[in-house]
Structure formats: structure tokens, C-alpha cells
Nanobody
């Protein structure tokens, strides 16, 4: 099991940037594919970005493509979400998730396939 702690959320004006971090506390962080999801009030949790165990493969939701970038540093047991050109519609609680995976190149966009979740960090974008 991987315990996850997100940080880096906050209040930012439209057009601004934030970088979210998600630190894993397990001993086998590199064995986990990672993902970022978000949930706005009254809406279902939605996929944002995912990265393979190796970090070589990434995928992003169309709504954030070109603005957000997922990355990871396995030496620091941390995954990041760089968010640029933020919009009010990006306002949500952002969650990181971990999926134990034998395939070092696989990315997963379905929340049901993830095993462990962080507590979430609030991102608010003002217009």
C-alpha cells in the first residue's frame, strides 16, 4: 500500500500557474503508476493526467492538454502536476492516485483501477 500526501494547492488568478506535488511514503514508489484526478462541487471525479511507472509514458485529458504536465521523480517518491494558464473551470479538489502495476509503460485513466488515493488538495482559480 502506498500512502499519498498532496500539496501545492491554493488560490490563483486566471492565467496563473500552480505546481501540485504528491509524495508517496511506501518503499516501492517506482512500482506504481500514478494519476491525477479532480472533483468539482456537484460533479463526478474526472481524470486529469497519468504517468507510467517509468515516467516515459504520459497522457492528459483533452481539457488540460497543452496547459498541464504530469511528471515524476522516483528518487524522491514524488509525482508532480504543473498547471499553467489556469482557468476558473479548473477549480476543484485535486487527488493523486497510485496503481500497483507490473507493466512499467502502462498508464491508466480509469479511477476504479487505482488502489491508493491521497486526501486531496484544493485548487481555486478566480476570474
Amino acid at each position: 500500500q502506498e500512502q499519498l500526501v498532496e500539496s501545492g494547492g491554493g488560490l490563483v488568478q486566471a492565467g496563473g500557474s500552480l505546481r501540485l506535488s504528491c509524495a508517496g511514503s511506501g518503499r516501492t514508489f517506482s512500482s506504481y503508476a500514478m494519476g491525477w484526478f479532480r472533483q468539482a462541487p456537484g460533479k463526478e471525479r474526472e481524470f486529469v493526467a497519468a504517468i507510467s511507472r517509468s515516467g516515459d509514458v504520459t497522457t492528459h485529458a483533452d481539457s488540460v492538454k497543452g496547459r498541464f504536465t504530469i511528471s515524476r521523480d522516483n528518487a524522491k517518491d514524488t509525482v508532480y502536476l504543473q498547471m499553467n494558464s489556469l482557468k476558473p473551470e479548473d477549480t476543484a479538489v485535486y487527488y493523486c492516485a497510485a496503481r500497483y502495476d507490473s507493466n512499467i509503460f502502462r498508464v491508466t485513466t480509469t479511477p476504479e483501477f487505482y488502489d491508493d488515493w491521497g486526501q486531496g488538495t484544493q485548487v481555486t482559480v478566480s476570474s
